[in-house]
């Protein structure tokens, strides 16, 4: 078995808390209700998340615009404070911060090919997430960051993004394209004339003139919030490596959810990422009682009665005990299933070292209300089971 | 309800993730190919190695899995490579350069590059190679919306160019409502259920693509009608009851709640006037990739105009 994760010890003694697992996994939830457990343990703490459900979002206060940290109703010791991590149009902001002057941004927002994919750039909802994280690091102000990241194909996109625009700005392709030019020069279409290089004609002949002259323009803007972005990036690095940081996994009791758990994991731990553990949610408890539902002729007499008693009742009764049967199966095997899935990802993880681990059980229905934070706070505090 | 038409040669399964899109979409491929198409089941690419229902290695290149059915994953340099052997003059004399570190990272990194990779391998499998049927097990919806502006983007900024025709046929496919269908998955949560109506209103209103029926996976129907529940859900706190009757009310008391809580979040589909599919919730003790399939098979049967 996993050792237990003990939550408490790690709000108290982290300054960010990064969330990660899948799409549906109920990362948004749990990082909310860590928010709550923190606050309850007197820290001060905010919760940045991403397009949560609408009465989640009500429950913490962010159903008008959230974008900046707004206070959670909450009667606990500590502050708790949420904001959305996500807003349209963020990557503009984002331009608009790093470029050195407002011809460049012009430049940038006037071309074609930022216009019309910008928000295709690789991973720019990821960079910009990561972006706040820094501002509220430079802030101050909050004993703890938890931090819900975008659900994306590959969860760890977000880690990859700033280094991916960097590699873009900084790539030997990139520097190809731009040396023959300074920043003023603007008549690209010369490059591919003079240029006699392999590479460049390939490109040209793959993607056609126009293309490329747009994306060099681009580039040619860009690499003007070069260093801006490098600075960023490696920023983001370290704050991701620092010892007061570490990575919760969340995942449901699924083998394809455990699946990406692992290879999470292999991924952060070659990043030399702290990994705090994983919250495996929505774990059906075994029904209170055997295995196989035995209802006692005092039962059936029970519902014919209430079933109004005659002949209809004795075979309406019949029906219900088959339908409690068949949900206490169900109840069984679901469980039977969870845990036969949890048991066999830790023994696969055996090998590269067990993630401490904790349960979260299925309340039954989607967490909406303040209430239901605060239930889940409570499992969040204590293991499961027990 | 309109079954998939033999001529749906692109048939793109899309949803929220973690609405098991990747079981819904392999279901399709199967009673594809059952139904006589020769059908291939594409996954964007993925850190996966295997295929998460069917027990063989994602590749590039289709892997057979049963009769009339491959397997097959895309991978933007691999697509790459691919047609720039196929489809450059001297193609060949590209590769080493295609391959090497330098085009990797700006591949990587440039926008829309990768999507308009993915198409094209898509489009070639659809198109050109001799399947009848790809079924796209494509990703969330914020990729799809980039994956679906990404041709008409690249349309228009690419003036000229072989870039500019290969966009212009992949817009051509994805738009041609008798060669390709969408099919959005969804759980009856709010919001995998919000996301699959942007996901109508996007692909429907947006792009004019043939769309539909919404398959809502994972559907708790209770077993009993609510007047007959209401007469004996407390029927545990009279004194006759065995613990056995209360902990079995109890357990049905949380599965008639999350029946309701699933009707009351599949409202918005309804009022939208939606037609839906529903594929039941499976519960297996382990989970067993061939009961599961064979169960969600039943249910999809009627989208290829089989009997539910």
Redesign the interface.
């Known amino acids: 078995m996993n050792g237990p994760l003990d939550l408490v010890r790690l709000v108290k003694s982290r300054r960010i808390i990064v969330c990660c697992g899948s799409g549906g996994v109920g990362k948004t939830t749990s990082a909310a209700a860590l928010g709550v457990l923190a606050a309850q343990e007197g820290v001060n703490a905010l919760v940045m998340t991403i397009d949560p459900a609408r009465r989640l979002a009500q429950a913490m206060g962010l159903d008008a615009l959230g974008h900046l940290p707004q206070n959670v109703a909450l009667d606990a010791p500590g502050r708790l404070s949420a904001m959305m991590l996500d807003s349209k149009r963020a990557f503009d902001r984002l331009v608009d911060q790093l470029a050195p002057d407002a011809r460049v941004r012009e430049a940038i927002f006037a071309n074609r090919y930022y216009q019309q994919i910008s928000t295709a750039l690789g991973g720019s909802r990821e960079l910009v997430a990561m972006e706040r994280v820094l501002e509220a690091v430079a802030e101050g102000g909050y004993q703890l960051l938890i931090v819900d990241t975008p659900p994306s194909q590959h969860a760890l996109d977000f880690l990859d993004a700033p280094a991916r625009i960097v590699s873009l700005l900084d790539g030997s392709m990139t520097s190809m394209l731009l040396r023959p030019y300074g920043i003023a020069a603007r008549a690209q279409f010369r490059l591919f004339q003079q240029s006699s290089n392999a590479a460049l004609k390939f490109f040209e002949r793959l993607t056609g003139v126009q293309m490329f002259a747009d994306l060099s323009e681009f580039l040619l803007a860009f690499s003007g919030l070069f260093d801006g972005f490098r600075e960023r990036s490696h920023q983001v690095q370290a704050l991701m490596r620092d010892p007061a940081t570490c990575f919760l996994l969340v995942c449901a009791p699924e083998p394809a959810s455990l699946r990406q758990v692992d290879l999470f994991a292999a991924r952060l731990r070659g990043d030399r990422m702290d990994i705090a553990g994983m919250i495996a949610n929505r774990v059906h408890r075994a029904p209170e009682g055997p295995a196989a539902l035995e209802l006692t002729s005092a039962d059936t007499a029970l519902l014919e009665v209430a079933l109004g008693g005659d002949g209809a009742a004795r075979a309406q009764a019949r029906l219900v005990q088959a339908q409690l049967t068949n949900v206490w199966d169900d109840a069984w095997n679901q469980h039977r299933a969870n845990t036969a899935a949890l048991d066999a990802a830790a023994a696969d993880a055996r090998g590269q070292g067990e993630l401490p681990r904790r349960e979260i059980p299925d309340l039954g229905r989607a967490v909406s209300g303040m209430a239901d934070l605060l239930a889940l706070a409570g499992l969040l505090r204590r293991p499961y089971p027990g | 309800m309109r079954p998939l038409r033999p001529t749906h040669s692109l048939i793109v399964v899309t949803g929220?993730?973690?609405?098991g899109k990747?079981l819904l979409a392999t279901s399709i491929a199967r009673l594809s190919a059952a139904a006589g198409l020769r059908t291939v089941l594409v996954t964007?690419d993925?850190?996966?190695v295997r295929h998460?229902f069917l027990d063989v290695p994602l590749e590039y290149r289709p892997v057979a899995v049963a009769e009339r059915l491959w397997v097959a994953r895309t991978d933007p340099y691999e697509s790459l490579v691919d047609?720039?052997r196929t489809r450059?003059?001297f193609g060949g004399?590209?590769q080493g350069?295609?391959r090497s570190r330098?085009?990797r990272?700006?591949a990587?990194?440039?926008?829309?590059f990768?999507?308009l990779m993915c198409l094209g391998r898509l489009y070639n499998l659809a198109v050109e190679r001799d399947f009848d049927r790809v079924v796209f097990d494509a990703?969330?919806t914020?990729?799809l919306r980039?994956l679906l502006?990404?041709p008409v983007?690249?349309q228009?900024?690419?003036?000229?160019?072989?870039?500019?025709h290969v966009a212009g046929r992949i817009r051509d496919l994805l738009l041609d409502v008798e060669r390709t269908h969408v099919l959005i998955a969804t759980?009856a949560?709010?919001?995998?259920v919000q996301e699959a109506l942007e996901l109508v209103a996007l692909c429907r209103e947006g792009f004019r693509m043939s769309v539909g029926p919404v398959l809502v996976n994972r559907r708790v129907r209770?077993?009993?009608d609510a007047g007959?529940w209401e007469?004996?859900h407390d029927?545990g706190a009279?004194p006759?009851?065995?613990?056995?009757?209360r902990?079995?009310?109890?357990?049905?008391a949380?599965?008639f709640?999350?029946a309701q809580?699933q009707a009351e979040?599949l409202q918005p589909l309804e009022q939208a006037g939606l037609p839906m599919l529903e594929i039941p919730r499976v519960?297996?003790?382990?989970?067993d990739a061939a009961r599961l399939l064979a169960r969600v098979d039943a249910a999809l049967a009627p989208l290829l105009g089989g009997a539910p």
């Open positions: 929220k993730g973690g609405v990747s964007l993925t850190r996966d998460p047609y720039a450059m003059p004399l590209y350069f295609v330098v085009f990272d700006f990587a990194a440039a926008p829309g990768d999507e990703p969330a914020g990729h980039t502006d990404v983007a690249v228009r900024a690419v003036q000229v160019g072989p870039l500019h759980l949560e709010e919001l995998p209770f077993g009993l007959t007469r004996v029927l009279r006759q009851a065995s613990p056995a009757l902990a079995a009310l109890l357990v049905a949380h599965e709640g999350l809580a979040a519960v297996e003790p382990v989970f």
